[in-house]
């Protein structure tokens, strides 16, 4: 059984600029949430998908976006960095996106922007 | 909405000596309830959850905790505190049903000292 793999670990910005982060689910999870973890802080929800349509959004402007594909895999798009947006990048996959399936996350991308 | 208080930001603990993390939820109802663990630069790993039953819970690594309803409250422990142990604390919470997702404390940084 294979983990959650995130890409890239580590990667460097400029402000303005635009990034993609990428996330493999765990073999059998069909549900791919992403959290964002700034320095010192907890992880907060971005959104969630469930069979390729977002069904789940927290308190993020929509420059940040997703897609979930149909192997279940999933990529974060945030436009217009800002420096704000350093944090660590975390995915977690699912079943069916109900807490009581339990959760795995990858080890996170970590995103800096300059 | 939830929310989810740490109250301690750092604690240090003797090698050997006896641990207890501190974690109050607020919420109407009695969500999913959850303990992470993340090393520096890593993702995060579950080591115990409470969904219904026996209120006190045993985890992973020697890992306990206790949920008391009266008080809002789910308490990590630990009996004896390994240098290992070193690394940021997580409790989280999880609405009970349906399409759900973490709401995560701030986090507890524990130090173990020799």
């Known amino acids: 059984e294979t983990g959650v793999t995130q890409s890239p670990t580590h990667l460097i910005k400029t402000r303005g600029q635009q990034v993609t982060l990428r996330c493999s689910s765990q073999s059998g999870h069909n549900t791919v949430s992403w959290y964002q973890q700034a320095l010192g802080q907890g992880p907060q929800f971005i959104f969630q998908?469930?069979?390729?349509?977002?069904?789940g959004r927290g308190n993020f402007p929509p420059r940040f976006s997703g897609l979930q594909f149909p192997n279940y895999s999933s990529e974060l798009n945030v436009n217009a960095l800002e420096l704000d947006d350093s944090a660590l990048y975390l995915c977690?996959?699912?079943?069916?996106?109900?807490?009581?399936?339990?959760?795995?996350f990858g080890s996170g991308t970590r995103l800096t922007v300059v | 909405a939830q929310s989810v208080t740490q109250p301690d930001i750092h604690i240090t603990v003797s090698e050997g000596a006896s641990l207890e993390l501190r974690c109050n939820y607020s919420y109407g109802a009695t969500p999913y309830l959850f303990w992470y663990v993340q090393s520096p630069g890593q993702g995060l790993q579950l080591l115990l959850k409470?969904?219904?039953?026996?209120?006190l819970v045993q985890g992973i690594k020697g890992f306990e905790a206790e949920f008391k309803r009266s008080q809002s409250s789910f308490n990590l422990r630990k009996p004896s505190v390994h240098w290992s142990d070193a690394a940021e604390y997580f409790c989280?919470?999880?609405?009970?049903?349906?399409?759900?997702?973490?709401?995560f404390g701030k986090g507890t940084m524990l130090l173990v000292s020799p």
């Open positions: 409470y969904f219904s039953g026996d209120t």
């Open positions: 989280a919470v999880a609405i009970r049903g349906g399409y759900s997702t973490l709401t």
């Open positions: 998908y469930y069979r390729e349509e977002e069904n």
């Open positions: 977690a996959s699912s079943l069916r996106g109900q807490a009581n399936y339990g959760y795995t």
